[in-house]
């Protein structure tokens, strides 16, 4: 279907272009930089020309307009210095500037047409924590190809890990290991949150292998169904964890909160100018958002690498073919085991940052929806592609956290009771409401037309358009997978 | 079990609910040798082959490996042990480079974990280029120079016969199992794959288990040839005693098989 729209206008194009003398064949006999300058510079002039005709100019638009142009013609891609490829590094390091200094130009910035503002900061923050998360579960879903509805459950354990290590929930103990901002006399354990960070990131990798172990001897759909029953468990358990066999673990629905904010403490404070403590920072939210722009750099570095090396190859080699993986010697279960505990360290790390962004960990937070939602990150973005999943996770957390009432107050301005233009509807529509509606159409539009996600992986793509082998590893027998992982 | 056997199976059986496919099997190929196992289509062959590998557990029996029980293991374990293998209908990783399928044939023998590749600690990086060097060799080997960066569903039907060997020799094996190699080859393929055969003895030094449907290949390159027949093992001799025996020509091979030679 979307094959013959695209010929339609293709050739409609070509029609009208015909008339001013320049046809196909001529188009193509110019070299490739020519032809990409001449796109790259009609694109923008529409793009600027629009930017002017929905009356939001700005100065700006001229700068980002030019950027964008030496990124698109540039061919910076094959520079070298020193015999290294230094080109590749432009496109990314050109995508960190402009994230990085938001914060300096973010507020300035004019209101878009039907969007609105930019992002707030606190938007922000949250982009860069779902992105943590959504490369996490890339390793599990992109990489070795296991459909995981229950990846929520490593955010509620890195959530409550932080509560444990960084608050009051243990009144009763008193430590207090290099934690910031406490009041005297303050009971709980308190970590340093860096410190919390890591273990979180420990403690959910450890959950992620003792609910891999026996879930992943299965696959396809009764692995997917296995791992939303566990995020299930876990969303029950925080929900009901305040006595537990007698002892409060979770605070049961009022969550436990407040927990720790991070800092570094007075020392670094006054000798490298950092924050001695985050939450009483005055740009508390920018503070938050660079420290989290980190974190995704941390993750990003620890994706490429695995994704290169021996058990990334493995990983693609079971998702392509399992039965071969096994007889090329890749050790099934310990392999999948390694892309669960991966992914589920990142999601543990982010869970427990957001916990201390939110000062809390509310069971409300881990809903099968967030599973769902992020799980949509990575199929929008593209799945196995780390600039993809990146992509994918800030365009939906920005959706979700300001986006849509944005896009609602814009219909409704214009549409709705009183609306300045035409008044279609009589009620203040409420947008958000239907995000999981909207969700749903957007990833039902993504299937239809780019099944492999809008910044896919190339072998990503290739395996959607050509297949893998998809039989099963049963025997006939037992119903069950034939072999079994030698302990 | 004898002393120079390679591989061996006891009484291997492996049943599909009523269907017996493979009937108390015994059966050795001795260190170094080429032996190939014929009988006509759902004799068993390649359920035989699954159980050598651990793809399939076996209903009772026994398979030995250079004397080790391995009777029940994961298919890893006898890639480890050193029996690697090709698919009858070719299972590559079709959308990874032919230099990647290698690298994955190589996990076995590779020992860098997460933590050093995270770091890229110097044995690591040297482990990883010793195995693309190595990798790129063993595509040679294998017919295949220059063809490091070509994906896996680009290859024509002969280089991808080529490339599964490529990647089965990787897992350094002592003994290869190829499941119908010339299937859909032309002769002259044909040909030149029954040389590289005997060249991946005299030269890899694995010894080979084939299963066949080209006399000419089996009679050609064979030391030792078995025949199944509805999961039992009908005969077993060197080739020239197998065309002349007269249970596998009423079951398999039919006269012009006698008269060709």
Redesign the interface.
Known sequence: MWRSVRGAISRAWWAVLGLVGLTHERWLGYSRLTRRTVKAVVWIGIGLLLVWGLGVWANSAILAAAVLLLLIVVPYQNWTVRGRRVGKWVLPGAVLLIGVTYPFYGTHMPELPIFGPFPQMSTMVAMMIFSVMALGLNFVVGYAGLLDLGYVAFYAVGAYTAGWFASNQFANRNVDFGAVGLLKGTTGIHFSIWLVLIIAGALTALAGILIGLPTLRLRGDYLAIVTLGFGEIVHQVAQNGDSLAGFNITNGTGGITPIDGPGFGNWARAHLHLPANYLTATNLDNVFFWTAVILVLITV??SA??RD???G??W??IR??E??????????MRTKT?AYA?GAFFGGVAGAYYASYKGGAFPDDFFFQISVFILAMVILGGMGNIWGVIFGACFLTYLNQEGLSNVGAWLNGHFGPGGDVVQVWHKTLDVPLYEFGIYGVILVVTMLFRPEGLIPSS?RA??FH?G??EEY?Y???HGAP?????T | MSDDALLETQRLRK???GLVAVDDVDFTVPEGAIVSLIGPNGAGKTTFFNML?????PTSGFVFFGGENLTG?????F??RGIG?T?QNI??????TAL?NV???M??R?K???FQ??L?TPK?KHE?SAARERGRELLEFSGLRRKDDE?G?NLSYGDQRRLEVA??L??QPKLLLLDEPTAGMNPQETAEFTDFVAKLRSEQGVAVLLIEHDMRVVMGVSDRVTVLDYGEKIAEGEPKEIQKNERVIEAYLGKAAVTSS
């Open positions: 570095f620890v690498r695995l090396s021996r058990l190859r493995a693609v080699a392509e073919d039965i071969a993986a096994a007889a090329m010697g890749v050790p099934l390694w991966t072998r290739a395996e050509e893998v082998h590893l025997d006939v027998e034939i072999y079994e992982e030698a | 049943e599909f609910g590998t651990g793809v399939y557990k293991k994961p298919p890893h374990t890639t480890h293998r698919f299972r590559l990783f079709q959308n990874m990647e690298l994955v044939g996990h076995v590779l860098g974990n997460a590749t995270i890229r690591a990883e994906i569903r990647r089965a990787a897992t």
